[in-house]
């Protein structure tokens, strides 16, 4: 199975940008998506196929990659933007998620 | 607007089976696929497996011998049943909706949290 693999957490003060990668263990084209999850909520899908952004998600966040290198970019962050992100890639079967890195707030 | 929500028991005993039920609407199940996700507690996110829109099915090969999903389209469910329970199958088990055939995620339901314990 394609192992992703994401940095465990991340502190970032309101204003600055933040970027979180995700590396693939082989190449997963553009078939990367990305997913916020608040603590007791189901995720939600911020990004797909590595670049595109989901229906009503701010345009602070974006996306890019390709291969097995990708990154997620909130720009500016907002304390709203607390939480836990997720890769999952759909390239190589079965598709499979990063272990999620947690975005905390100075 | 798209809506999924599970139900199911929150307590199965190990080596019994779980039955889980994903209503959906907003949508019709024969125009999209919908999967099964887990995640345990404090961790991350396994696929399970998929129903697609044909009403065919593939399954996380790591699970397939014990998973089966299936779905009744004139009451827009989706069925889970995992046979042979262990105390690592506790989770929140979400259903998610697929808008392609492209695996990734639009809409999800809020999750069902089911303890495996005897």
Redesign the interface.
């Known amino acids: 199975d394609t192992v992703l693999t994401q940095s465990p957490a991340l502190a970032v003060s309101p204003g600055e940008r933040v970027t979180i990668s995700c590396k693939a263990s082989e190449s997963v084209s553009t078939?990367m998506?990305w997913?916020q999850q608040k603590p007791g909520?189901?995720?939600?899908?911020l990004i797909?196929?590595a670049s595109n952004l989901?229906?009503g998600v701010p345009a602070r966040f974006s996306g890019s990659g390709s291969g097995t290198d990708f990154t997620l970019t909130i720009d500016p962050v907002e304390a709203d933007d607390t939480a836990t992100y997720?890769c999952?890639q759909?390239w190589n079967g079965?598709?499979?998620?990063?272990?999620?890195t947690k975005l905390e707030l100075k | 607007q798209v809506q999924l929500k599970e139900s199911g028991p929150g307590l199965v005993k190990p080596s019994e089976t779980l039955s889980l039920t994903c209503t959906v609407s907003g949508f019709s199940l024969t125009s999209y696929h919908v999967s099964w996700v887990r995640q345990p507690p404090g961790?991350?996110?396994?696929?399970m497996g998929v129903i697609w829109g044909d009403g065919s099915t593939a399954y996380?090969?790591?699970l397939k011998s014990r998973l089966s999903i299936s779905r009744d389209t004139s009451k827009s469910q989706v069925f889970l049943k995992m046979s042979s329970l262990k105390t690592e199958d506790t989770a929140t088990y979400?259903c998610?909706r697929d808008p392609g055939i492209?695996?990734?995620?639009?809409?999800?339901?809020?999750?069902v949290m089911v303890t495996v314990s005897s």
């Not at chain 1, 909520?41 to 899908?45: E, T």
């Not at chain 1, 079965?94 to 999620?100: D, E, H, K, L, Y």
């Open positions: 078939r998506h997913y909520q189901q995720p939600k899908l797909y196929k989901a229906s997720f999952q759909s079965p598709n499979t998620f990063g272990a999620g | 961790k991350g996110l396994e696929w996380n090969s790591a979400y998610a492209e695996y990734y995620f639009d809409y999800w339901g809020q999750g």
